[in-house]
């Protein structure tokens, strides 16, 4: 089986979690002996992250406009691109390449499947944009898939304000690798981090209003005089909010107890996960969030907001979900911070939770069945 999988970003500075998904995704189906190949942008992606890839292959194209994801390449590259694969994976939706892909399918009579990863709805900047994208290709790109991704129910309406019922969409959610987080030395993340030998709250992605950075640094104001030795630290790219998020930590009370790491990679981000003894995400919108599981395999503890798309996880404690507010993030932090011992163990269901559901090697049969299924041969996985 020849995959083609097209994402407008592969990079995690500028892809994040989508970009993470098609990552994992290929490499996965790779190693199934999937011939994988991945069509990008090259905006932010570098040849460690390519071999990272092995043993799919990647296609990464120049751009005239990387805010926009205007891919420069030309019809031939394309048509080679997609006559070459029995199956088109888009994932994403608004993206220029996208949206050329599926013409570029259509006109080749090939199958394609689209996985928006909440993408769909309006939301965020350039609405006018969106609705004109959508006018043009977007929606007759949802509606003419032979296959239709959510990663979780939450997205079946999106898929029915696009004219495709919920009974045709499947879910798989996101995965994540264990080996991508292998143990290591607490003392020297901490020097290597410039973080005082204290317990640490952690967020991880970028710090931008969708990512609700700004929720959580308010509710540990709230609460910082409660919980008198914890630092409270942000591991991610810089997303417009890192001034005025600086400007509120250095003020009294918290001055000297947030620390901001930027993007963290590798060694560091597996640092980060294992050594917090909380991760939160207090997102305001989020199909479902990665970097809970990525958290959740390292049997750290993780708290989220009720936008996260991971409210399952409530069966494990029902106080690891609260509403998307300083307040209910506050909340959160003190209930389950009061009792590190039991907070431990919370962790450890957790990762025991995440592995036997949403490891890659479990996730990608998902994909593969779903695949054999359009193409109408070979077995199930």
Not at 102 to 130: D, E, M, N, Q, T
Not at 154 to 173: D, K, L, N, T
Not at 347 to 365: C, D, E, H, S
Request: net charge positive; charged share 20%.
């Amino acid at each position: 089986m020849r995959v083609l999988n097209v994402s407008s970003s592969l990079g995690l500075l500028n892809g994040g979690g989508t970009a993470e998904r098609t990552f994992q995704m290929s490499r996965f189906l790779a190693r199934r002996e999937v011939a994988c190949t991945v069509l990008t942008l090259g905006a932010g992606l570098d040849a460690a992250r390519i071999a990272a890839l092995a043993p799919a292959a990647v296609v990464a194209l120049d751009s005239w406009w990387d805010r926009f994801f205007v891919p420069r390449v030309g019809w031939r590259t394309l048509r080679k691109l997609v006559d070459e694969a029995d199956m088109i994976h888009l994932i994403g939706h608004w993206g220029v390449l996208n949206a050329m892909v599926y013409f570029a399918a259509r006109a080749a009579g090939k199958p394609y499947v689209v996985c928006p990863a909440g993408a769909l709805p309006l939301f965020g900047r350039s609405a006018w944009l969106k609705r004109l994208y959508n006018l043009l290709a977007g929606k007759a790109m949802i509606r003419n898939a032979a296959g239709w991704i959510a990663v979780t129910p939450g997205e079946f309406a999106h898929f029915e304000s696009y004219g495709v019922p919920a009974s045709r969409v499947m879910v798989i959610p996101n995965g994540v690798s264990q080996e991508d987080f292998p143990p290591g030395d607490r003392a020297a993340f901490l020097r290597s981090q410039g973080l005082a030998d204290a317990p640490f709250i952690l967020f991880m992605g970028r710090l931008n209003p969708i990512k609700g950075p700004d929720l959580l640094l308010e509710a540990f104001a709230r609460v910082c005089d409660k919980l008198p030795v914890h630092q409270l630290v942000f591991a991610g790219p810089d997303g417009g909010m890192l001034q005025a998020l600086g400007a509120r930590a250095g003020q009294p009370g918290l001055a000297g107890r947030v620390h901001f790491l930027g993007h963290v990679d590798g060694a560091a981000k597996a640092g980060a996960y294992r050594f917090a003894q909380l991760l939160v995400v207090p997102s305001r919108q989020e199909a479902m969030s990665i970097v809970a599981l990525e958290a959740g395999i390292c049997g750290t503890p993780v708290l989220l907001t009720d936008q996260c798309g991971f409210d399952e996880i409530a069966g494990i404690d029902r106080r690891l979900i609260v509403t998307a507010s300083s307040e209910g993030l506050a909340a959160g932090l003190l209930a389950l911070l009061e009792d590190a011992a039991a907070l431990r163990e919370t962790g450890q269901r957790i990762q025991a939770f995440v592995q036997a559901r949403y490891a890659w090697p479990i996730i990608v049969n998902r994909y593969l069945d779903l695949y054999r299924r359009i193409l109408g041969g070979g077995p199930s996985a």
